[in-house]
């Protein structure tokens, strides 16, 4: 009678202290379960069969990481401040590196000048011969550009490798990164081949149609001639003397100045409006188009996740269920 008597004191007294403990349990159990939910909220929840549905998840993705490679682009992350090094620093580096000092070297303006008038000289001005060494300098100038050109769209390539990386929402998706990497890097190409014709055209420009204005101010002044003494030839007699020469070279030298100045303003802005703008505004606008006429399999191999994620997935996923179990029977007991 006593040893029934105690069993069930220390039944009715377990069962007591158990009570009191069930708040704190489930508390623990409640927190538990959000921290499983937060993981799966991370690593993304199971995609949908439905079609729409994965052509839905799909262009938020490709959005997701168009808002990350724009974030590059205006300062928001690091990286879009290189496309400004290149005009500030490498454009100018390789204009000053530009060979006129040769081709307009005394030497080659007297042989271009000569070549150009043929056996009859233009005695007033050598216009043909201006021409020859303005086309033959202005040239130098499509290789800083297209250079230009191919350091932008690199520096954009660049860009969006680290944004597929950044977005978190893209890494459990190997086959989606793959498609969205291809289908911007063929959108670069394409913007870079439109740039690549826009400075060409730039450059050209300037070749086939010279400032006049510039030449009838060099016409004004008067030409001195080192050789006051018209009976008295001069070390080059053949048709003009060695200062006549170096006069055409020094006007075409400052004509070359201005055209310089002029590139060295233009090409940045046609580089930033055919390839930087059309990067932020539709580098993504194929792929788009493609993705929405494609059949539900395809959508379904481009949501193909990485397998040790998909496990990991799995494994949080009975956890969570086994404590919400567990939540529940405890809350069925409390209320006895």
């Known amino acids: 009678m006593g040893a029934e008597y105690l069993a069930k004191l220390l039944s009715k007294h377990l069962e007591t202290v158990i009570r009191q403990r069930i708040p704190s349990i489930i508390a623990l159990i409640n927190k538990t379960i959000d921290e499983l939910n937060a993981e799966l909220d991370r690593i993304g929840r199971p995609i949908a069969v439905d079609s729409g549905a994965q052509l839905y998840t799909i262009l938020e ?14 300062g928001g992350r690091p990286g879009g401040d290189r496309i400004y090094g290149v005009f500030d620093h490498q454009l100018p580096a390789a204009l000053k590196k530009l060979p006129f000092d040769r081709h307009l070297s005394m030497k080659n303006v007297q042989k271009v000048v000569s070549e150009a008038d043929g056996y009859q000289p233009h005695l007033i001005a050598p216009e043909q011969g201006y021409r020859r060494l303005i086309d033959g300098s202005i040239s130098y100038f499509k290789g800083p550009a297209e250079a230009t050109v191919d350091a932008v769209h690199f520096v954009l390539k660049e860009l969006v490798r680290k944004s597929i990386a950044l977005t978190e929402e893209l890494k459990r998706f190997p086959t989606l990164q793959s498609d969205i990497a291809a289908a911007a890097n063929e959108a670069l190409e394409r913007f870079r081949d439109e740039s690549r014709r826009t400075v060409q055209r730039l450059v050209d420009m300037e070749s086939s149609y010279l400032t006049v204005e510039f030449f009838r101010k060099l016409h004004l002044e008067p030409e001195k001639n080192a050789n006051t003494n018209p009976n008295q030839p001069g070390p080059n007699a053949d048709r003009y003397n060695d200062n006549h020469f170096r006069r055409i070279g020094s006007n075409v030298s400052a004509y070359i100045g201005m055209v310089c ?12 409006y055919c390839q930087v703008r059309e990067a932020k505004r539709c580098l993504l606008n194929n792929f788009y188009a493609q993705v929405g006429r494609r059949e539900k399999e395809r959508l379904g191999a481009m949501l193909d996740e990485d397998p040790q994620l998909m496990e990991r997935r799995t494994a949080i996923a009975k956890r969570l269920e086994l404590y919400k179990s567990a939540r529940d029977e405890i809350d069925s007991v409390a209320w006895k």
């Open 61 to 74: 993705l490709c959005r997701a990481f168009d808002r990350v490679f724009k974030e590059h682009l205006d």
């Open 261 to 272: 100045d002029t590139l060295r303003n233009s090409i940045p802005k046609a580089v930033v």
